[in-house]
């Protein structure tokens, strides 16, 4: 069997393994795996260790998951220059391969921090990721928020479905900052001028309502201001 002291021309004469929770790989080596289960939606490799998720149930993931990146879709079609992305594996760093159930990014060619690589990953950190979790008791707020924090994702939302509430952390003064909401009850990204969440819109699953707010964002002038630099910065390149 393969391990970390393989060479790469030993893998290729080798039968591909598939991926196992709890494996400890590097990260070549997990997208090698990755790659060959072609039936395997989600895997992530977290500080060289696999994590593998349990099916999806509705109320508790697949919807809540919807409303996000309807949210995010949102704003993305109203920001050109920016990229929203469902599942989309991450290059973090040497150990670290997360599958975030969302990402929101500036295209790299109007000036965002990550790159798009030859293959189609997203490689470095992004502005922003959001994860669905079930409680306080998740990876999400544990292991995959070290590895954000490690890597400086500049902002990373966890929904808590059964908690019935959603962090929003901000990087800042080299930590992870939890914010607060402003006085009529919406965060605001610091990334993403005019993206605003009305999170207790959100945890009661009204939809309608978190997009109005957002497209009261949509319309301030700092998300304007936002929006005319980006094309300024792609006009450029």
């Not at 400890?24 to 994590?51: I, N």
């Not at 409680?135 to 400086?152: A, C, G, M």
């Not at 992870?176 to 009661?204: E, H, M, N």
Request: hydrophobic share 40%; net charge negative; proline share 6%.
């Amino acid at each position: 069997m393969a391990n970390l002291g393989t060479t790469p021309a030993e893998l290729k004469d080798l039968p591909i393994p598939p991926l196992e929770q709890g494996d400890l790989l590097t990260r070549e080596e997990f997208e090698r795996r990755y790659d060959a289960m072609l039936d395997l939606k989600k895997a992530e490799l977290l500080e060289g260790e696999v994590y593998m998720p349990s099916p999806v149930r509705l109320r508790k993931h697949a919807g809540p998951h919807a409303k996000l990146i309807t949210w995010l879709g949102t704003y993305e079609a109203h920001t050109p220059g920016v990229l929203a992305g469902d599942n989309a594996s991450i290059r973090l760093d040497v150990d670290s391969e997360p599958q975030p159930d969302a990402v929101l990014l500036v295209d790299p060619d109007c000036g965002g921090r990550a790159k798009i690589s030859e293959d189609d990953y997203v490689e470095g950190a992004p502005e922003l990721v959001a994860e669905i979790a079930a409680s306080s008791k998740s990876i999400d707020l544990h292991k995959k928020f070290r590895v954000y924090r490690k890597n400086e994702v500049l902002e990373y939302i966890v929904w808590r479905v059964q908690d019935s509430e959603v962090d929003w952390f901000i990087w800042k003064n080299e930590e992870y900052q939890k914010q607060t909401p402003d006085s009529d009850g919406i965060l605001k990204s610091a990334a993403f001028p005019g993206l605003w969440l009305d999170a207790p819109a959100l945890v009661r699953h009204d939809l309608r309502a978190v997009l109005e707010s957002l497209h009261r964002g949509l319309a301030s002038a700092e998300h304007v201001a936002f929006a005319a630099k980006l094309n300024e910065r792609s006009s450029t390149t």
